[in-house]
């Protein structure tokens, strides 16, 4: 591959930066470094936003950052993981893999680390509605994200008791939401069937309308401002000494950088070996099934917490997702996961039809703490990771751009970037 150059701007050279991966994350980094000046490449395998970014819940979940592990959750996890349609499933063959991995997601749920990490997920969380509508302003979506919320639903008064402790959060980080009456709910969503006992509108979440449209988009105005897409797949680091020169591609080809930017989702943990950076980094494999003739119609999107779904209105019809599935990287998808939440999502919109659908599987890279990676190596000079955000990818995408612009560059976060180090395992 022919060396990339330098293009001279105001008599200074640019900073060569090389972003391995074309996910939300990846394509967000490289648009937010292109704004601070850099020349960027972007790198990856596939087209971009073909991995986790097509098939997310289209969700910006500012509500979102209660960590997975937690007392409650682990006295629900026995009797989901005997459940054939219950909302977790570990593939027999694949579990004695993920026991280092369990071991830590049990010791980040202890009630002294629980209350920090929430906190770390509050401010990365607390600026991502602003942080995406900059974003989306400067690409010309700034119409591609709803303007109305989330609603969480609860069947019984048991349901909305038990969820007690994600509003108790909320309440103590000054997120907003609205308890809704049976009566009112049934005003805001009239698709909804009977049988609801009460909800929560979260109104800072949004929707949009096309996760893979809006990573595309990102892919385009990075190549239009200069930057360069590569497809190809990332094999190394190339290194001299313990500072990085750039990256080794398939076919034994060479892109040399100045920084480099491991941003590649579940596939960064192979990456970050071989830096001798072990990440506790795990593929949480998502479905979704996409309805392009529902039958109904949605204005905000809905959670139901009890049975661990989500249903979202896109602008290809209506997406249902959120089952949980670790099998690993390569056995095939396992399509029953994803039949199991469109059936359930009938239990609750009793208009909905299964016409024209279409199916997904998605490795989300899942840490066992919840809380992302977003930091300079610790042994390399020059390299820097950004990966882990399990289910709020696109939630955090355009904050987590910015601050890793700022490790880039030199600049000062707003907040502190300790928690989020690659050394804290």
Same mark, same amino acid.
């Given at each position: 591959?022919?060396?990339?150059?330098?293009?001279?701007?105001?008599?200074?050279?640019?900073?060569? #930066?090389?972003?391995?991966?074309?996910?939300?994350?990846?394509?967000?980094?490289?648009?937010?470094?292109?704004?601070?000046?850099?020349?960027?490449?972007?790198?990856?395998?596939?087209?971009?936003?073909?991995?986790?970014?097509?098939?997310?819940?289209?969700?910006?979940?500012?509500?979102?950052?209660?960590?997975?592990?937690?007392?409650?959750?682990?006295?629900?996890?026995?009797?989901?993981?005997?459940?054939?349609?219950?909302?977790?499933?570990?593939?027999?063959?694949?579990?004695?893999? =993920?026991?280092?991995?369990?071991?830590?997601?049990?010791?980040?749920?202890?009630?002294?680390? =629980?209350?920090?990490?929430?906190?770390?997920?509050?401010?990365?969380?607390?600026?991502?509605?602003?942080?995406?509508?900059?974003?989306?302003?400067?690409?010309?979506?700034?119409?591609?994200?709803?303007?109305?919320?989330?609603?969480?639903?609860?069947? #019984?008064?048991?349901?909305?008791?038990?969820?007690?402790?994600?509003?108790?959060?909320?309440?103590?980080?000054?997120?907003?939401?609205?308890?809704?009456?049976?009566?009112?709910?049934?005003?805001?969503?009239?698709?909804?069937?009977?049988?609801?006992?009460?909800?929560?509108?979260?109104?800072?979440?949004?929707? =949009?309308?096309?996760?893979?449209?809006?990573?595309?988009? =990102?892919?385009?105005?990075?190549?239009?401002?200069?930057?360069?897409?590569?497809?190809?797949?990332?094999?190394?680091?190339?290194?001299?000494?313990?500072? %990085?020169?750039?990256?080794?591609?398939?076919?034994?080809?060479?892109?040399?950088?100045?920084?480099?930017?491991?941003?590649?989702?579940?596939?960064?943990?192979?990456?970050?070996?071989?830096?001798?950076?072990?990440?506790?980094?795990? #593929?949480?494999?998502?479905?979704?099934?996409?309805?392009?003739?529902?039958?109904?119609?949605? #204005?905000?999107?809905?959670?139901?917490?009890?049975?661990?779904?989500?249903?979202?209105?896109?602008?290809?019809?209506?997406?249902?997702?959120?089952?949980?599935?670790?099998?690993?990287?390569?056995?095939?998808?396992?399509?029953?996961?994803?039949?199991?939440?469109?059936?359930? %999502?009938?239990?609750?919109?009793?208009?909905?039809?299964?016409?024209?659908?279409?199916?997904?599987?998605?490795?989300?890279?899942?840490?066992?703490?919840?809380?992302?990676?977003?930091?300079?190596?610790?042994?390399?000079?020059?390299?820097?990771?950004?990966?882990?955000?399990?289910?709020?990818?696109?939630?955090?995408?355009?904050?987590?751009?910015?601050?890793?612009?700022?490790?880039?560059?030199?600049? %000062?976060?707003?907040?502190?970037?300790?928690?989020?180090?690659?050394?804290?395992?």
């Amino acid at each position: 591959m022919q060396p990339w150059g330098r293009r001279v701007t105001q008599a200074k050279e640019q900073i060569r #930066t090389a972003v391995v991966g074309a996910g939300i994350i990846g394509t967000s980094i490289a648009h937010a470094l292109q704004q601070r000046g850099h020349a960027v490449a972007l790198i990856d395998r596939d087209a971009p936003g073909r991995g986790a970014s097509f098939g997310n819940m289209a969700s910006i979940a500012v509500s979102g950052f209660m960590p997975i592990s937690r007392p409650r959750v682990w006295m629900q996890a026995p009797g989901w993981l005997l459940d054939p349609k219950g909302p977790i499933r570990v593939a027999p063959g694949y579990a004695p893999r =993920l026991v280092p991995w369990m071991l830590r997601f049990l010791s980040a749920g202890r009630p002294g680390r =629980l209350r920090a990490l929430q906190g770390q997920g509050a401010a990365l969380c607390a600026r991502a509605l602003a942080d995406t509508r900059a974003l989306l302003g400067d690409i010309g979506l700034a119409d591609h994200m709803s303007e109305t919320g989330c609603l969480s639903l609860y069947a #019984t008064p048991a349901e909305f008791a038990a969820d007690r402790e994600a509003l108790e959060m909320l309440d103590r980080f000054g997120f907003g939401y609205d308890v809704l009456d049976a009566e009112t709910l049934r005003a805001r969503e009239p698709a909804l069937g009977p049988g609801l006992h009460k909800a929560v509108l979260m109104p800072d979440n949004r929707t =949009l309308r096309d996760p893979h449209a809006l990573v595309t988009r =990102l892919a385009e105005v990075v190549k239009a401002r200069g930057g360069r897409l590569v497809r190809a797949a990332v094999t190394g680091v190339e290194r001299r000494g313990a500072a %990085a020169t750039g990256l080794r591609l398939d076919g034994g080809e060479t892109l040399a950088a100045d920084r480099v930017v491991l941003a590649a989702g579940a596939h960064t943990g192979a990456l970050a070996r071989q830096l001798d950076e072990p990440i506790p980094l795990e #593929t949480e494999r998502g479905y979704h099934t996409q309805i392009g003739r529902p039958g109904i119609s949605l #204005t905000h999107a809905l959670i139901w917490p009890a049975r661990a779904f989500m249903v979202s209105p896109t602008g290809g019809g209506i997406r249902i997702g959120g089952t949980v599935e670790f099998a690993g990287l390569e056995a095939p998808p396992n399509w029953r996961r994803a039949e199991i939440t469109a059936q359930r %999502a009938k239990t609750i919109l009793p208009g909905l039809r299964l016409e024209e659908t279409s199916r997904w599987m998605g490795h989300r890279p899942a840490l066992p703490d919840t809380i992302p990676v977003i930091s300079s190596s610790a042994r390399a000079p020059g390299v820097f990771y950004a990966t882990g955000h399990g289910h709020l990818g696109m939630t955090q995408a355009a904050t987590t751009a910015q601050l890793m612009a700022d490790l880039v560059t030199g600049a %000062a976060p707003p907040i502190d970037m300790a928690p989020y180090r690659i050394d804290r395992f």
